[in-house]
């Protein structure tokens, strides 16, 4: 696995348990990421070095080797594999990278533990609200297509392996992939999944990609005895479900409404509900399977809305409906910190290039979204807000995101359109206001690599609004 900012690129390795000669199935499609040239494996370690452009969507199991020579123009259709008894080994014919972004990885087997160099950190907090002109975000074209769900859209989400596909997902319970066309000029539907809890039919609350790509992970309920959450695997094989649930219910009542994926070397989740609770779940050696852990049930008095993890250390955020905002050391098992603002909390959002930076989107109409520097505690640096025709209230389910290079926000709003905040202009208003749809706009999210955004409304459709 291996990140290169702005846009984070990682290896997807999964090994199989069934015969190497055995073909599986996968209904992501061949892409080109950059992933390292040279893998050997001794027992259950792999290493990594120098990327080129190929991709692999499994490797063999450790016990045996491979030698795979990926021939121009590199695809999948032109891995050649060659198989020996005691390690792997993976040569192309070309490698692009320069040594400076070589980064090494150390991948155990399952991919359940991997060492990762992060990415660098830069300092953006000495430029927020420094500047007297914001520096506005062109959009050349935009174009609208039908989500092909028959409720309103709850989440979307880019895969961060792939950066062709991404995922939405709706109140009728379905999860839609996607293929983007031509670097973001249209889409194509790839595959429809029903996705609903066994017990209360319920939808996803919230979705998240595994770091590998290879899978998505749903959030729903504690009521009634229900699933709370569900592995979608793209990589289909015969005779699996696509869809399982885990067994594993900590959540006492309520709707889950965040799930994230921490940035650490073990790979694990957290989820916070409106039980007040913030749960830790880790990756377990079997297949699927995750061991969840309690991480704080008193530290909220109302609802947790949201949850995520910082890059530097190990401290999960959680964002609550009580006004608060808490910092949770999971090395030490204690807070690290409590901020109490002066609006409910509804999300929070860490920045992807500055890791001391975060933002927490709050109710206070004109003032909704706060950035914090976690090193300042309870010291709020800047705010933005923005006015809105259609509602008083702010609604929990519009969503925020960062751009790859963590200078800008996009906000969604009961108003079709799209706010763009520059964290270097000095003013509390938008630096620009783009008219996305025809109903309210629920989130737009940044692509990693493309210079895209993609929004979905309750207008039914998702836009993709190509950016200059």
């Not at 992933?35 to 490797?59: D, E």
Request: charged share 20%; proline share 5%.
């Amino acid at each position: 696995m291996e990140r290169k900012s702005p846009s984070p690129v990682r290896l997807n390795e999964a090994s199989s348990s069934s015969q190497p000669q055995s073909r599986t199935e996968l209904v992501i499609p061949a892409v080109n990421p950059k992933v390292p040239q040279t893998v050997k494996s001794v027992g259950s370690g792999a290493r990594i070095s120098c990327g080129s452009s190929a991709h692999l969507s499994s490797l063999a199991p450790s016990n045996g080797v491979v030698n795979v020579k990926v021939e121009k123009p590199y695809s999948a259709a032109n891995v050649k594999v060659e198989k020996s008894n005691s390690a792997v080994k993976v040569k192309m014919e070309k490698c692009h990278r320069s040594s400076s972004d070589v980064e090494v990885v150390e991948i155990q087997d399952r991919g359940n533990k991997r060492k990762i160099e992060q990415k660098e950190h830069k300092e953006l907090i000495p430029l927020v609200s420094r500047s007297s002109a914001p520096c506005t975000v062109h959009c050349h074209t935009s174009n609208h297509i039908s989500s092909q769900h028959k409720r309103k859209l709850r989440s979307v989400a880019v895969c961060p392996v792939n950066d062709q596909l991404f995922v939405s997902s709706a109140l009728d319970g379905m999860i839609n992939l996607w293929q983007l066309q031509a670097r973001g000029s249209g889409a194509s539907l790839l595959s429809t999944t029903d996705s609903v809890s066994p017990v209360q039919r319920r939808w996803p609350e919230d979705i998240a990609w595994h770091p590998l790509g290879n899978s998505l992970f749903s959030a729903y309920t504690a009521d009634s005895g229900d699933a709370q959450i569900s592995v979608l695997n793209l990589n289909k094989t015969q005779g699996r479900a696509r869809v399982t649930f885990l067994e594993d219910k900590p959540h006492i009542k309520g709707i889950i409404n965040g799930i994230e994926f921490m940035p650490w070397e073990n790979t694990c989740f957290v989820t916070g509900g409106s039980d007040h609770g913030v749960v830790l779940w880790n990756e377990k050696d079997e297949e699927n399977s995750w061991k969840p852990k309690a991480l704080h049930r008193n530290m909220h008095s109302s609802a947790v809305m949201g949850v995520a993890g910082m890059q530097q250390k190990q401290i999960v955020l959680s964002a609550g409906a009580d006004k608060r905002i808490v910092g949770f050391d999971v090395q030490v098992g204690r807070a690290d910190f409590k901020h109490q603002l002066d609006s409910r909390c509804m999300s929070v959002l860490p920045n992807p290039c500055d890791f001391n930076l975060f933002m927490v989107q709050t109710g206070t109409l004109g003032k909704q979204l706060r950035l914090f520097d976690i090193r300042l505690r309870q010291t709020e640096i800047h705010s933005f807000g923005f006015k809105q025709e259609s509602s008083d209230s702010q609604s929990a389910l519009i969503n925020q995101a960062w751009s790859p290079d963590g200078l800008y926000l996009t906000s969604g709003s009961v108003d079709p359109v799209i706010h763009v905040f520059d964290i270097r202009y000095n003013y509390h208003k938008p630096s620009q206001s783009i008219k996305a749809h025809q109903k309210r706009v629920f989130k737009a999210v940044w692509h990693y690599s493309l210079p895209l955004l993609i929004s979905i409304s309750s207008d039914l459709h998702i836009g993709l609004h190509k950016i200059i």
